[in-house]
T-cell receptor, first 115, second 116 residues
Framework: DTEVTQTPKHLVMGMTNKKSLKCEQHMGHRAMYWYKQKAKKPPELMFV???????INESVPSRFSPECPNSSLLNLHLHALQPEDSALYLC??????????????FGSGTRLTVV | DQQVKQNSPSLSVQEGRISILNCDYTNSMFDYFLWYKKYPAEGPTFLISISSIKDKNEDGRFTVFLNKSAKHLSLHIVPSQPGDSAVYFC???????????????FGKGTKLSVKP
């Protein structure tokens, strides 16, 4: 299995809703990432998990809450989002320490719209 | 301020010819440079990487050149095929210290169109 699977592919949520984005990989990767990409912009790192522990939080607002329940799963819990949070949310994974050389494997993303 | 820059938003090339995609960077502490390809409605796909201690890496039709003095890298695709039409992102990875997992910093991307 060489894929990162993200669900749902599309999500529309109100500003008072609580929702979760899910990401799953079975490549034995122990580093997992959340990126956010706005239209015509590059992907921007949000969070990094290494061996299921949060290692990087790029000053992301607390309305985004990541969770890594095991080595294959990564969740992003969303609460009280703003319309400007609408974006493509990408999950990625890699081997720890060699992601820079061999690249991260990205999922297809969740297109989030906040209304 | 952008640390990784792709100054050409788009590039159009005839099938069979060479495509050259360019990328500039400002930080001398990058360890690896990577190229990703992205089709609409899909996540980025890793293409090729180069270590900061190398000046060239080749994989099939794809070659990446690194000019450290100019802080410039380029991706050459020869021969270009219509299926290569996509957005290409340049990314850079800062040197990691203490074994921690680092970040990839992406450029804004260049949209390549290969015409039959």
């Amino acid at each position: 299995d060489t894929e990162v699977t993200q669900t749902p592919k599309h999500l529309v949520m109100g500003m008072t809703n609580k929702k979760s984005l899910k990401c799953e990989q079975h490549m034995g990767h122990r580093a997992m990432y959340w990126y956010k990409q706005k239209a015509k912009k590059p992907p921007e790192l949000m969070f990094v998990y290494s061996y299921e522990k949060l290692s990087i939080n790029e000053s992301v607002p607390s309305r985004f809450s990541p969770e890594c329940p095991n080595s294959s799963l990564l969740n992003l819990h969303l609460h009280a989002l703003q319309p400007e949070d609408s974006a493509l949310y990408l999950c990625a994974s890699s081997h720890v320490g060699s992601g820079s050389r061999y690249g991260y494997t990205f999922g297809s993303g969740t297109r989030l719209t906040v209304v | 301020d952008q640390q990784v820059k792709q100054n050409s938003p788009s590039l159009s090339v005839q099938e069979g010819r060479i495509s050259i995609l360019n990328c500039d960077y400002t930080n001398s502490m990058f360890d690896y440079f990577l190229w990703y390809k992205k089709y609409p409605a899909e996540g980025p796909t890793f293409l090729i990487s180069i270590s900061s201690i190398k000046d060239k890496n080749e994989d099939g039709r794809f070659t990446v050149f690194l000019n450290k003095s100019a802080k410039h890298l380029s991706l050459h695709i020869v021969p270009s095929q219509p299926g290569d039409s996509a957005v290409y992102f340049c990314a850079a990875s800062p040197k990691n210290y203490g074994g921690s997992q680092g970040n990839l910093i992406f450029g804004k991307g260049t949209k390549l169109s290969v015409k039959p």
